[in-house]
Structure formats: structure tokens, C-alpha cells
């Protein structure tokens, strides 16, 4: 039985990743860091099936302890401070979590399991400004953000970890991946939650910040698999993983509006808040590589994807409701 161990399994891709290798017949570590109010529903169908290790990405003993206790074959270190916005007003924090935490986690696996296989979770946020479209493997970064930059040394020191230690480490260059467990302030996932709300009666309007962002959006269930496939080649590499489509985020408004039969326009108010310091106008991403290599594909296409988000929100907000109305009347 192959083991994997999971940073950020509570997390979107982490509890996908998860599913993924329990089906497969993987044991599977996931560590979780200490908080005052634990939270577990991305991972609520699988808690029991996980092997559960605390640590916290920047404590370095705590992950050496953590790859002690799995003697891993594969390592996922899917754990960041991944929310672009917050990143300038936490740049510090970003930078210790997103970036030199990464050196702990490869240092812990150089430390007690050089073998394992490392996966870094690196991505299209790097690229940032357009210096070439559509975005490849050797395309040069130039990142907007406090998060961008730190994700640029997070994927450089996993570059120089297999350089310098002949250590199996790859860096996944994923475009933005969504699903109904994306967090709830990510564009996608705030405009199909407003929907539901909108379409329920519980919420009349919408606020945004910049609707002409162009982004390339897939399904993190598909995601996962080209995080798999990356270890299980003979050599490391890194790969590009995307959709190669790009959409506004005004279109991903007019497909989750339209489907419940709304016009976005009479909901959508612009809201400055939300506009960024700095701006990454453009994503769309090649992966002829992971097609070729891999034999990576998407399954889920763009539309599919809003209306899945919309589908599973509107039953999410309608039990909700349903539970705080019992609770009213009990
Ligand atoms: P999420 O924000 O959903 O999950 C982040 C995870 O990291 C959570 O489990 C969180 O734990 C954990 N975490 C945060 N800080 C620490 C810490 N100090 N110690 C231990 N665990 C910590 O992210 P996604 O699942 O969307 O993304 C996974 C990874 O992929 C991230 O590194 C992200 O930056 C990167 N990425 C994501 C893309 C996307 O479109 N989703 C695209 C490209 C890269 P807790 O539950 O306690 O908060
Ligand atoms: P992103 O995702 O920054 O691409 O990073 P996000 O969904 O936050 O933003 C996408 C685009 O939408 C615009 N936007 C808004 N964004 C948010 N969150 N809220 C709003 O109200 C809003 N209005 C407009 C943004 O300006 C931006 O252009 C995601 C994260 O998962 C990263 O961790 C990952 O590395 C990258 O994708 C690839």
C-alpha cells in the first residue's frame, strides 16, 4: 500500500486529492494545523479515512515529525495562504506561509525521507503580467502580488531541491481550478453563492471589483489527477495545467445568472474595495505538455462548471434556510 502525505487537505484541492488517493488505495496522512474552531466540511465524507498529524507549515520540527510519522512515498504540499487579496494587507504572513514555508516542508522530506516524491503546488498567478499568451512552461514570470511573488520562490526552491539533492520534486503550474468547495471569497464561488442567495430572496445584490479580469477556469476534480500523474512519471518536471480557454469574469457572471434565468446587470453593483493594488489582466494557459506527457485531459468544461457551482449552491443556501426557519419556529 502506497502512503501519501497532504498539506492543506482541508482545503479545495486537498480533500479532492484526498478522495482521489483513498479510492486508489493509498493511505493517506493529512496534516491539519492547530485552530480554535477546527473545520473539516470539505473533508466531512473522508475524516474517519484519514490519518490525522499536526503541524503547522512554518514549523519546521512539526513537519519533520509529521514525514517521520507517514514515511511517505508521495508528498503534496497543497498548503498556502492562497487568497491573492489578502496577500497586501498580509504580505509577511504570506511570504512565510506561501513562500519559505515551502523549504521547511522540502527540508523536512530531505531531512527524514529524501525518496519521497514532492509535489509543490505552484501557480499562473506567477506569470502575472502578459509577457507572453498563452502561458507555457518556459514563459518568464513577472508576479502582481504579494502571493504571486511568493509562489515564485516556492516553485524556484523546488526547482533547486531536485537540482541540488537529486530529490524527486515537481512543481505543478496550475491556472485557477474551481468547484463547489472553492472558498466563499473567490470570485467564482462569491458570484455563484450571490446567485442562490439572489434566487432564493435572501440577498438583492452583488458586490464586485473588476469585471474584465480574464481568467482560465477548470475543474479542481480534474486538477488533482495531472497532481497525481506528475509523480508518477520516471523523471520530475514541471507542467502547465489548464484549460487553454480564458473567460471574463463578466462572462462567468452572464452563464450563472442566465441559468437561473436572471440578467446579472440588475444585481452586479461595482464595488472599489474589491479592485486590486495591482492587477493580473490575463491568464490562459498551454499544456501541450501535460496532454503529451501525462496524458492529461479535462473533463469538466467551462459552462459545466458555473452551473455545477450554481446547482450545488442553490441546494446548499435552500437547506440552510430551511434549517434556520426550524430553528425559529422550535
Ligand atoms: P485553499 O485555500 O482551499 O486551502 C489551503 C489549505 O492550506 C487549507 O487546508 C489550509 O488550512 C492550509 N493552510 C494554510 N496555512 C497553513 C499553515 N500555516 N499550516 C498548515 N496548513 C495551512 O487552497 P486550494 O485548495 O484552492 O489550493 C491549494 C494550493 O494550490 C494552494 O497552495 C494554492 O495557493 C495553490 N493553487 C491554487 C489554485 C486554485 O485555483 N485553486 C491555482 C494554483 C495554485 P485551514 O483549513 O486550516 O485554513
Ligand atoms: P485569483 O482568484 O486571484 O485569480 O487567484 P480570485 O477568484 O480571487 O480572483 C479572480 C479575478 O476576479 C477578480 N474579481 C474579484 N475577485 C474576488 N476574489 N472578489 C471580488 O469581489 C472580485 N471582483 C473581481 C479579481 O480581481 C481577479 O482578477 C486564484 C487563487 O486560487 C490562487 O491561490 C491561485 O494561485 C490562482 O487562482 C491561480
Redesign the pocket.
Known amino acids: 500500500m502506497k502512503s501519501a502525505l497532504i498539506?492543506?487537505?482541508?482545503?479545495?484541492?486537498?480533500s479532492y486529492l484526498a478522495e482521489f488517493l483513498l479510492e486508489k488505495g493509498y493511505k493517506v496522512y493529512g496534516?491539519?494545523?492547530r485552530?480554535s474552531t477546527p473545520?473539516y466540511e470539505n473533508v466531512q465524507a473522508i475524516k474517519d479515512q484519514i490519518e490525522w498529524i499536526s503541524?503547522?507549515?512554518?514549523d519546521l520540527p512539526s513537519l519533520i515529525e509529521a514525514v517521520r510519522i507517514a514515511d511517505p512515498d508521495e508528498v503534496y504540499?497543497?498548503?498556502?495562504?492562497?487568497?491573492v487579496a489578502a496577500s497586501w494587507p498580509q504580505p509577511i504572513l504570506t511570504g512565510n506561509?506561501?513562500a519559505l514555508?515551502v523549504t521547511n516542508m522540502l527540508e523536512a522530506v530531505r531531512i527524514v525521507k529524501p525518496t519521497a516524491r514532492f509535489y509543490q503546488?505552484?501557480?499562473?498567478?506567477m506569470f502575472g503580467k502578459v509577457l507572453e499568451v498563452p502561458q507555457k512552461e518556459t514563459t518568464p514570470f513577472y508576479p502582481r502580488s504579494p502571493?504571486g511573488v511568493a509562489?515564485v520562490y516556492g516553485h524556484w526552491i523546488t526547482v533547486n531541491y531536485r537540482e541540488s539533492f537529486d530529490m524527486f520534486a515537481c512543481s505543478g503550474i496550475?491556472?485557477?481550478?474551481?468547484s463547489p468547495?472553492?472558498?466563499l471569497e473567490f470570485v467564482t464561488r462569491k458570484i455563484t453563492d450571490g446567485v442562490a442567495r439572489i434566487k432564493l430572496g435572501l440577498q438583492n445584490e452583488l458586490r464586485l471589483g473588476n469585471l474584465d479580469a480574464l481568467r482560465d477556469w477548470g475543474f479542481?476534480g480534474d486538477y488533482i489527477k495531472a497532481m497525481w500523474l506528475m509523480l508518477q512519471q520516471d523523471t520530475p518536471e514541471d507542467f502547465v495545467i489548464s484549460t487553454e480557454e480564458t473567460h471574463s469574469v463578466r462572462e462567468f457572471l452572464e452563464v450563472a445568472f442566465s441559468y437561473v434565468g436572471l440578467n446579472y446587470e440588475d444585481y452586479v453593483v461595482l464595488d472599489p474595495k474589491f479592485v486590486r493594488p495591482a492587477e493580473v489582466d490575463l491568464l490562459i494557459g498551454d499544456c501541450t505538455k501535460a496532454k503529451e506527457k501525462l496524458g492529461w485531459k479535462q473533463e469538466v468544461n467551462f459552462t459545466q462548471l458555473v452551473h455545477m457551482m450554481v446547482d450545488e449552491d442553490i441546494k446548499r443556501v435552500q437547506a440552510e434556510a430551511r434549517y434556520a426557519n426550524a430553528m425559529a419556529l422550535s
Do not use: C, M
Open positions: 498539506t492543506g487537505v482541508t482545503g479545495q484541492d486537498g496534516l491539519r494545523r485552530t473545520n503541524g503547522d507549515l512554518t504540499n497543497l498548503a498556502a495562504q492562497s487568497y506561509i506561501t514555508s503546488a505552484s501557480s499562473s498567478e502571493y509562489k496550475l491556472f485557477n481550478h474551481e468547495r472553492r472558498g479542481a
